[in-house]
Every structure is written in structure tokens, then in C-alpha cells.
């Protein structure tokens, strides 16, 4: 079990997110009023604060949603996740991890400032079950069916 460190959204894609006080998991579609928001298999991307803090070690001051994740977590080891691992979230959303790390086409602007990103490998993707709302502070949790 974690928790939820921040919620982040973006009008466009290929940039950073900005951290919302509380957002909307829509079934089958990802986080309301997100530009990667859609069907598919990637509607929400989750990466941990520990992550974020291997960029911080290296120099770069980082923080939560300058990876373009929409929910930064703590406590909770995301890349260990097999793909199916379902997850609550808040008091009523479920998700479901659909793919672990992600191929970049391009190189951001985290990959040129360290040398190096850690989405492409410790970040997450899952897609929702079960709306609802959540916010900074609320937990995350493995279930094991819902």
C-alpha cells in the first residue's frame, strides 16, 4: 500500500503536467481534462516519487509531473507490478496496470538535461475500471479482484 503524491494534468502532450488539487478517473477513458486521455491501453500514467528522487540525486531539480506522469506515488514499488495487477485509488476508482515502462520516439527535455529519464523504465501505465476522484494524500492499493 502508498499513497498519491500528486495528480497532474496537461492541455497538450510532450509537456510537462501541472499538479491539480483533485482529479477525475473516468472508466475506460483516463484523467479528465488530460491530453493523453482517450481508449487504449494508456489512459493514466503512474511513476513513483521514488524515481523522481533518483533524478533529484543526479542534480536535476525535478519535481512531481515535470515527467509528464499523471499520478506520482509513494510507497508503492510500480515497476514489480505484473501487467493485470489491479489497483483502488482513493476511495472508489480501480485501475488496472496495463504496461510496464514505455518506449520514447523522442528525447525530452529530463533526457537532456541528466543524460538520462526514468519514465521510459520505471514508469507505469494503466487504464481505468472504475471512475472516480482523487487527490494528493489518498491511498493506492494492490487488490486482488474487485
Known sequence: MGRIVA???SERKGQKKSNI???ELVPEFGLKGDAHAGPG???VSLLAMESIEKMRQR???VKPGDFAENITTE???LVSLPVGTKMR???TALV??????????????IYYQAGDCVMPREGIFVRVIKGGYI???DIIEVVEDD
Open 41 to 43: 491501453n494508456r489512459q
Open 7 to 9: 495528480v497532474s494534468v
Open 21 to 23: 488539487s483533485r482529479g
Open 59 to 61: 542534480g536535476l531539480e
Open 135 to 137: 487527490c494528493p494524500g
Open 75 to 77: 510507497g508503492i514499488d
Open 89 to 91: 485509488m482513493g476511495p
Open 96 to 109: 488496472e496496470v496495463t504496461q510496464i515502462g514505455k518506449q520514447c520516439h523522442e528525447r525530452c527535455a
